[in-house]
């Protein structure tokens, strides 16, 4: 029978699914004085020092480079974000169990979140109102010259205006090692290219945003057959103030 792990990224104690496919994993502990007891990214060969610009990048490449996922499938969810099922109750919400997520993925090769639908802009614009643009640029500029192959999927996606987001998944441990080839070439790259030292705490975070639309470039490229799978968020989240941001953003922006 087919298995799976599951990274739960974490920065913070918390309640976590009390099932071994789920492996909670504390990021960015090489930054930090608190430990968690569970498994940290700081270990063997790492970026956990990269975890605030990189965010919960730094767990799926410790897991990638240190040949953790020796299972049929791999995935990464958050403490507070999960893929929705009927089996596990956590914290009044009900999330997908080992069996629930492998027979969704049956027949495909990766489970993702839900996309969201920006409505009034584009991908591109919208990265371009809530970010820096001349990041999203460079990213452009490395596809062109090392992934040309994926120059025409890269601007299918930023002209569109849905995507797949939080950087969670659930696909073959095979795609996983090829998706982090990809990723992290481009990335580590663009790393060399930016100074992020000016950028406040949130905008620091830049490699985390990219790699949400990143990952669906990669999708759309390799022609993956994907399911979308509801996503539960474990804490309060208000799309009121996230819809007031986007419009703001829209017609403010930075």
Same mark, same amino acid.
């Given at each position: 029978?087919?298995?799976?792990?599951?990274?739960?990224?974490?920065?913070?104690?918390?309640?976590?699914?009390?099932?071994?496919?789920?492996?909670?994993?504390?990021?960015?502990?090489?930054?930090?004085?608190?430990?968690?007891?569970?498994?940290?990214?700081?270990?063997?060969?790492?970026?956990?020092?990269?975890?605030?610009?990189?965010?919960?990048?730094?767990?799926?490449?410790?897991?990638?480079?240190?040949?953790?996922?020796?299972?049929?499938?791999?995935?990464?969810?958050?403490?507070?974000?999960?893929?929705?099922?009927?089996?596990?109750?956590?914290?009044?919400?009900?999330?997908?169990?080992?069996?629930?997520?492998?027979?969704?993925?049956?027949?495909?090769?990766?489970?993702?979140?839900?996309?969201?639908?920006?409505?009034?802009?584009?991908?591109? #614009?919208?990265?371009?109102?809530?970010?820096?643009?001349?990041?999203?640029?460079?990213?452009?500029?490395?596809?062109?010259?090392?992934?040309?192959?994926?120059? #025409?999927?890269?601007?299918?996606? *930023?002209?569109?205006?849905?995507?797949?987001?939080?950087? *969670? =998944?659930?696909?073959?441990?095979?795609?996983?090692? #090829?998706?982090?080839?990809?990723? $992290?070439?481009?990335?580590?790259?663009?790393?060399?290219?930016?100074?992020?030292?000016?950028?406040?705490?949130?905008?620091?975070?830049?490699?985390?945003?990219?790699?949400?639309?990143? =990952?669906?470039?990669?999708?759309?490229?390799?022609?993956?057959?994907?399911?979308?799978?509801?996503?539960?968020?474990?804490?309060?989240?208000?799309? $009121?103030?996230?819809?007031?941001?986007?419009?703001?953003?829209? $017609?403010?922006?930075?």
């Amino acid at each position: 029978m087919a298995n799976l792990k599951i990274l739960v990224a974490a920065h913070k104690e918390y309640i976590f699914p009390n099932e071994k496919c789920y492996i909670p994993i504390q990021v960015g502990k090489a930054l930090q004085h608190n430990n968690l007891g569970i498994q940290g990214d700081n270990e063997g060969l790492n970026i956990s020092t990269k975890n605030q610009t990189f965010c919960e990048l730094t767990a799926i490449y410790w897991a990638w480079k240190n040949n953790f996922i020796n299972t049929d499938y791999a995935g990464l969810v958050h403490y507070r974000r999960y893929f929705s099922g009927n089996s596990i109750l956590l914290k009044g919400k009900r999330v997908a169990s080992e069996n629930e997520l492998l027979k969704a993925i049956d027949g495909y090769d990766c489970l993702v979140p839900k996309k969201r639908n920006y409505y009034i802009e584009t991908v591109y #614009s919208h990265y371009r109102n809530a970010h820096y643009e001349k990041d999203i640029k460079l990213v452009k500029y490395i596809i062109e010259q090392d992934f040309p192959d994926y120059v #025409s999927s890269f601007n299918k996606i *930023m002209n569109g205006k849905k995507l797949h987001l939080f950087n *969670m =998944f659930v696909m073959k441990t095979e795609l996983f090692n #090829s998706y982090c080839e990809w990723i $992290f070439h481009i990335l580590f790259k663009l790393d060399n290219q930016i100074d992020v030292s000016n950028y406040d705490t949130y905008q620091k975070r830049v490699f985390g945003f990219l790699a949400e639309r990143l =990952f669906n470039v990669w999708l759309l490229k390799n022609q993956l057959k994907v399911k979308e799978v509801k996503i539960v968020n474990i804490e309060k989240e208000n799309l $009121f103030f996230k819809a007031i941001g986007l419009l703001k953003r829209k $017609f403010f922006s930075r």
